[in-house]
């Protein structure tokens, strides 16, 4: 009985190889952040190793996606990364957004929230393990743009809209 299990189990694991996550792979760059906002090369390096796997529409893959489940999972955190903030997508938001998402990325990196505890595990992705300095940098950079953001638009069009409460009237 143990064996049949066993079998079983080893069956379906070559069988769900063959099903695989579609690829993050575009090479749109016609909304990416450096459109319209400066990126020097040393916070281009900082978001190349350490955010744009999961934050922009193009990841450089490990080998090990090309293990199911693994591709899954990784697919998933992807997904939702880019879900959250998308620098391949980011001149498209509102003026109101693209400072928010600015705002975000200075609180995650002062809080050592990214790059995700789990990219870096276990000796995974070493370059994403960010210094102090350039945290402090990717920080200053991100507020620097947003100082930008300020100078160049009403005050009220860099706030976010409120969203109503679930059932409210307003």
Same mark, same amino acid.
């Given at each position: 009985?143990?064996?049949?299990?066993?079998?079983?189990?080893?069956?379906?694991?070559?069988?769900?190889?063959?099903?695989?996550?579609?690829?993050?792979?575009?090479?749109?760059? =016609?909304?990416?952040?450096?459109?319209?906002?400066?990126?020097?090369?040393?916070?281009?390096?900082?978001? =190349?190793?350490?955010?744009?796997?999961?934050?922009?529409?193009?990841?450089?893959?490990?080998?090990?996606?090309?293990?199911?489940?693994?591709?899954?999972?990784?697919?998933?955190?992807?997904?939702?990364?880019?879900?959250?903030?998308?620098?391949?997508?980011?001149?498209?938001?509102?003026?109101?957004?693209?400072?928010?998402?600015?705002?975000?990325?200075?609180?995650?990196?002062?809080?050592?929230?990214?790059?995700?505890?789990?990219?870096?595990?276990?000796?995974?992705?070493?370059?994403?393990?960010?210094?102090?300095?350039?945290?402090?940098?990717?920080?200053?950079?991100?507020?620097?743009?947003?100082?930008?953001?300020?100078?160049?638009?009403?005050?009220?069009?860099?706030?976010?809209?409120?969203?109503?409460?679930?059932?409210?009237?307003?």
């Amino acid at each position: 009985m143990f064996k049949k299990i066993l079998l079983a189990l080893l069956a379906v694991l070559i069988a769900i190889q063959f099903i695989r996550p579609e690829k993050n792979f575009s090479d749109d760059q =016609s909304l990416d952040i450096s459109t319209k906002y400066d990126v020097p090369a040393d916070v281009k390096h900082i978001l =190349s190793v350490a955010c744009n796997d999961c934050h922009s529409n193009k990841t450089v893959y490990p080998w090990y996606y090309n293990i199911q489940p693994v591709a899954w999972w990784m697919n998933e955190h992807i997904e939702d990364g880019k879900r959250h903030l998308n620098f391949s997508t980011f001149a498209g938001l509102s003026i109101a957004r693209q400072n928010h998402k600015l705002e975000e990325t200075v609180e995650m990196v002062e809080d050592d929230a990214m790059p995700l505890g789990s990219y870096t595990a276990l000796g995974m992705h070493p370059e994403a393990r960010l210094s102090t300095a350039q945290r402090q940098r990717l920080i200053e950079w991100a507020k620097a743009q947003m100082d930008t953001l300020k100078a160049r638009y009403p005050a009220d069009s860099l706030i976010m809209p409120k969203r109503n409460p679930a059932g409210g009237n307003s």
